[in-house]
């Protein structure tokens, strides 16, 4: 994964090859904004974050400021004896997208920045604990943070939390059931976190990019961050471009930025294109060459029938099949249920085998009908959202690839359902170990071909 | 907690807790029908006052406590985005237009 020298706010430190250190940290202003914010009140900084409209980057885009006032508010209604345990910041860096890489290049590239964003977060909703949240090896995260309190700028303990693998495991409810004990599984809301969290107390679970512009605005103010981006969406945003692209990987952006120029900032494309998938696993396809122009911005994304998300855009070439790409993350979505809700865990691999079928088989007028039909009987109808984004998915390849869809029910599978897949998807379950694989095999079972 | 212009009820479905066993649908088959996995779906919008007693006898009776009746607008689809932000939960978003 590379990164441009675009405007570089949140990555300003990356040309550094030590910018993990606290050293370079504080050699490039790093503390500055964290001592400034500490002698506010600890809703100016909510305040601040407020004025700029933050949106959270983690995926669902909840205003990051509005957030941190609850989380704050239920904190203080809690009472005298939650007064002593105070509430807890999850710094979540969980993301389960092979198409998004801005969580993992921060977190090892500057992970200061980011606990910096903690650190006021917890100042501000009166936290006593922090966790950090990450699916791989945390690499320099310990040291840094053993680094700083070395140094004495951790106001609360931080801990970094290893998350099991799995798409769902990064969803909110499903870290607070981690750190209370009990599997990475998303639960059932209301209560919902910044309610009722960790220890049941309010919990803050912000997105670490989100922390990090939280760092930022408090250290620079709400003016600053506003000189980049637009109006209704100020601010820079880590984009991860991967498909058909020369030069993948995660750019810093400012808002607003049209998908054009953010693809031709990768290299432009290396096929002739058809469409990008905008906003990753739970976003939409939006069709080349008209969405070149659409601009990044949460608004103007679902408008043209896409999302933000956590900031991703596949390119997607003519020579591959929109159908048959679809299909897959659709059998990936489904593999992820956590299997707690019913109509998820029946509800995504009938959607899944439907959309195989239309892909990969001869679906007919009926195979289609099932397909939409499994749509409605899916969106809405899970604890977490993971029913509701595949179903988001799948709908907007049916629409936005209606010929598609057409051609395919008349002629069977196109000759491009046989390209290798160009959205990343991970790869299935890795097979048992030997041992135990050649025990299912002498019991006849499945799992040695699986 | 002060309410004021009292909002109306609304039957909603704990998707973990529930376990299909359906006693919901057999006694409150105006509101409440099985989808293809014997799971509830439940009819949009609040709950009709002449229905209140039988959904409250529906609720009463869930095995797992699964089925609720709530008056709080506990938005369970779009309007008022709500604090369910995070990295693989996008707002309840996508339309089902398979309706």
């Known amino acids: ?26 050699a490039t202003g790093g503390y500055e904004g964290l001592r400034k914010a500490l002698g506010m009140r600890p809703d100016e900084v909510a305040a601040e974050v407020d004025a700029v409209s933050l949106l959270g980057r983690g995926g669902a885009g909840f205003p990051a400021g509005r957030k941190m006032r609850i989380v704050a508010e239920a904190g203080r209604r809690a009472g005298p004896f939650h007064s002593q345990v105070g509430t807890t910041v999850i710094a979540n860096a969980a993301e389960s997208e092979l198409t998004s890489g801005k969580d993992k290049l921060l977190l090892s590239r500057v992970p200061h920045l980011v606990l910096d964003g903690v650190v006021l977060a917890a100042e501000a909703v009166g936290a006593t604990r922090a966790f950090v949240c990450t699916h791989d090896d945390p690499g320099p995260l310990n040291e840094a943070i053993v680094s700083r309190e070395r140094a004495g700028l951790n106001r609360v303990p931080i801990q970094v939390v290893t998350v099991p693998a799995g798409y769902v495991s990064g969803q909110e409810t499903a870290l607070i059931s981690l750190l209370n004990g009990d599997g990475p599984r998303p639960a059932f809301v209301p209560p919902r976190p910044a309610e009722r969290g960790v220890r049941r107390h309010p919990t803050l679970v912000q997105n670490v990019e989100t922390l990090a512009n939280i760092a930022l605005i408090a250290r620079h103010g709400p003016d600053w961050f506003r000189e980049a981006g637009v109006a209704d969406a100020p601010g820079t945003a880590l984009v991860t471009v991967t498909g058909t692209v020369a030069r993948p990987g995660v750019y810093e952006v400012p808002l607003g930025t049209t998908i054009g120029t953010v693809i031709d900032q990768a290299g432009g494309h290396t096929e002739t294109p058809q469409a990008v ?13 008209a969405a070149g122009d659409v601009i990044l911005t949460d608004r103007a994304l679902r408008a043209a029938g896409g999302a933000f998300g956590p900031g991703v855009l596949v390119a997607l070439p003519e020579s591959a099949c929109p159908l048959a790409e679809t299909a897959l993350v659709t059998g990936y979505l489904a593999s992820q249920s956590a299997g707690q809700c019913g109509p998820c865990l029946n509800g995504l691999p009938a959607l899944a085998e439907a959309l195989g079928l239309l892909a990969f088989g001869w679906a007919g007028q009926d195979g289609l009908y099932w397909t939409r039909q499994l749509l409605g009987l899916v969106s809405g109808r899970g604890a977490c959202h993971l029913p509701d984004g595949t179903a988001g998915l799948a709908s907007s390849a049916l629409t936005t690839f209606a010929g598609e869809v057409r051609r395919h029910l008349q002629h069977g599978p196109c000759h491009r359902v046989h390209r290798a897949p160009v959205v990343p998807v991970p790869a299935p379950p890795v097979p048992a170990p030997p041992a135990e694989a050649e025990a299912a095999a002498g019991q006849g079972g499945p799992g040695a071909t699986a | 907690m002060s309410r ?61 406590l699964a089925l609720l009746l709530t008056r709080s607008p506990e938005p369970a689809s779009e309007p008022t985005p709500d604090v369910a932000a995070d990295a693989s939960s996008p707002p309840a978003r996508p339309a089902g237009p398979g309706a």
């Open chain 1, 1 to 26: 994964m590379t990164v441009t020298d675009a405007p570089r706010i949140v990555t300003s430190r990356l040309g550094y090859e030590d910018s993990y250190t606290l050293e370079r940290y504080l």
């Open chain 1, 277 to 289: 998938l905008a906003g990753g696993y739970f976003g939409g396809w939006l069709t080349l060459p």
């Open chain 2, 4 to 64: 004021r212009p009292e909002p109306p009820h609304e039957l909603k479905v704990n998707p973990i807790a529930c376990q299909s066993h359906g006693m919901c649908m057999e006694l409150l088959p105006e509101l409440i029908t099985p989808d293809p996995w014997g799971y509830p779906l439940i009819a949009p919008g609040p709950v009709p006052d002449e229905l209140l007693g039988l959904a409250r006898r529906a609720v009463n009776s869930c095995p797992t």
